[in-house]
């Protein structure tokens, strides 16, 4: 049985929408989709569209977006995909900062993973089951519930879903105790190009190891992944201070770089950099939020910052002791004493606005001079909301090897960047000016961060850095110029597998790994 509209407007893909009926699978539960046709088309595609550049009219659309239920609706999807040629993008949490999950130049559907979002978490075996369409805030939600002393290392906006965050690495803020999302998937569920459902023992470690930080939307579709939990204490300890370019923060930015990567495991401190006013004469300033995660109590996080950073001049006070669950309540906004249900709420804290993003990793550290370049851009008053966010690396970071999954940016790496900047003004002239700011600023910092190749986070990602062609199809040539600088050494595995389990590239996007030939 076929819920959704009963007509779809573009009449040459009729016969995908009566494939997706007439297979077995919806015989047994419905196979929900929505065309243009369908009221409820515009907020089904728009609730997940995090990034408001994609959100415009002139932004290609979905001919249909399917909700499947059940793996086998997927494996219905996949199937008619393939017998009338209609492009196929998944989409999780929709957070992709491309909209590549949402976005395509050719007629394409959206498969979208919302409605299965089950999260199933065993505390005595310190494991999760989570289904592919769930959030990451669903599953703090799962364990905060659960347990004071489980946790799991992902990222700190909740709305982020683990579809694509676990397919790029995913990383918080107790990356230098337990590194990324991605090291602790001990199992997945996929289904495969032709449409075949595996576990890790039946895909095969090489596409295991794929799946876990080669990107998404490139070797099948994760329907849900196995993770292990991690032991952390009862009460955590976090901060944020903040100093102004008038107190001294190029001086603290400046020691930080030299110790952040060096600190116990236990400590994260990352810096962001952005605009406020000063208090006195409310003129524009540069402002340094040093905001810090520490796996331990305020009463021995204390005596090792004023050993090791007493130029950030930390005091007992600014420092809060509280459950890991809090502490991600902290970092994503929230007051720390909010019900722990708002983790699992899809709509994000703050209004959505336009957005890009780009990112850079930084071996040593750069000179005063060029943080000084950062801020003057930064201090641009035509830019609505730049923001740079400094992440140290180091502890367990750097233990990890580089090829133990695709994601490759370990030993050597002192932190990582996040170049950022939001806007909410209209129109192409706004647009122009904030990716040229961003465009320009990354010209600017090229001498101070990593070379041939300039790494960058598949997760935070960016098609300036180098595209598959417009039309969706690739070669080799074309992605290894993105590809080394997301993965390094690793692309050439990437690329062999993807040619193993997918050779005619059936699951593709602007920035997927393409196998060996190019198909058309
Ligand atoms: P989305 O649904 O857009 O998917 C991203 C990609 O993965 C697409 O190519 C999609 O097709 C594919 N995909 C999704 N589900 C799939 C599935 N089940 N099988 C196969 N392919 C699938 N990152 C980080 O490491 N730490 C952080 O703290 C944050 N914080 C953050 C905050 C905000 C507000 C945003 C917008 C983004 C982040 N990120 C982040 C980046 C985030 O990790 C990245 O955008 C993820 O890919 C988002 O995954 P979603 O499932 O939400 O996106």
């Known amino acids: 049985m076929l819920a959704g509209a009963a007509a779809s407007p573009a009449a040459n893909h009729e016969n995908f929408l009566h494939c997706l009926s007439t297979s077995p699978a919806a015989n047994v539960s419905k196979i929900v989709f929505y065309t243009p046709a369908n009221p409820s ?12 550049r994609f959100n415009t009219s002139a932004a290609p659309k979905p001919i249909v977006i399917v909700t499947p239920q059940t793996t086998s609706h997927i494996q219905a999807a996949i199937s008619c995909s393939h017998k009338h040629r209609l492009h196929l993008r998944v989409r999780g949490g929709g957070h992709d900062y491309e ?20 999260v199933k978490v065993d505390v005595a075996a310190r494991t999760a089951w989570i289904q592919a369409g769930a959030t990451i805030g669903e599953l703090y939600y ?12 992902a990222g700190v906006c909740p709305t982020v879903g683990v579809g694509g965050h676990f397919s790029g690495g995913g990383y918080g803020l107790s990356l230098r105790k337990f590194g990324l999302a991605a090291d602790h998937i001990v199992d997945a569920h996929l289904v495969d190009v032709k449409g075949k459902v595996h576990n890790r023992a039946s895909m095969g470690e090489d596409l295991f190891w794929a799946i876990r930080g080669g990107g998404g939307n490139t070797f099948g579709v994760v329907t849900a992944w196995k ?21 001294n923060a190029t001086g603290i930015i400046n020691r930080w770089q030299q110790v952040a990567d060096r600190f116990p495991d236990d400590l994260f401190i990352r810096v962001i950099l952005d605009r406020t006013e000063t208090t006195t004469n409310s003129t524009a300033t540069g402002r340094a939020s040093f905001n810090s995660l520490y796996l331990g109590q305020a009463q021995s996080l204390l005596p090792l910052l004023q050993r090791d950073f007493p130029e950030l001049g930390v005091e007992r006070e600014d420092l809060i002791e509280l459950t890991w669950i809090r502490s991600i309540l902290y970092f994503a906004g929230y007051p720390t004493d909010s019900p722990l249900e708002v983790l699992r709420s899809r709509v994000p804290l703050t209004r959505k606005r336009n957005f890009k993003a780009k990112s850079d990793y930084v071996t040593e550290p750069m000179s005063e001079r060029a943080l000084e370049g950062i801020w003057r851009r930064i201090l641009r008053p035509d830019i609505e909301d730049p ?6 690396y180091g502890g367990r970071m750097s233990e990890i090897p580089e090829s133990s999954i695709p994601f490759p ?38 001498p ?15 098609l300036d850095v180098g595209s598959n062609n417009g039309a969706g199809f690739t070669s080799n040539e074309e992605a290894r110029v993105w590809g080394v600088k997301y993965f390094k050494g690793n692309y050439e595995r990437l690329v062999r597998v993807k040619t193993a389990v997918d050779p005619r590239n059936f699951f593709r996007n602007e920035q997927s790994v393409p196998p060996l030939t190019a198909w058309k």
């Open 41 to 52: 088309y515009p907020s089904v595609l728009q609730f997940s569209i995090h990034n408001l």
């Open 99 to 118: 909209g590549l999950s949402y976005v395509a130049s050719r007629p394409f559907f959206i498969l979208d993973l919302i409605n299965l979002s089950s």
């Open 142 to 153: 799962q364990i905060g519930t659960q347990t004071t002393t489980l946790a799991f290392p």
């Open 227 to 247: 993770v292990n939990l991690l032991p952390v204490p009862e009460n955590v300890t976090v901060f944020t201070v903040t100093k102004t370019i008038q107190q």
């Open 387 to 392: 923001e740079l966010i400094f992440s140290p």
């Open 409 to 446: 940016h370990r030993a050597g790496t002192r932190y990582k960047i996040q170049h950022l900047v939001y806007w909410e003004r209209e129109g192409r002239e706004a647009t122009d000016r904030h990716v040229d700011w961003i465009r320009e600023l990354y010209g600017y910092l090229a």
């Open 448 to 462: 101070h961060v990593s070379k041939n190749p300039r790494l960058a986070y598949v997760n935070y990602r960016d």
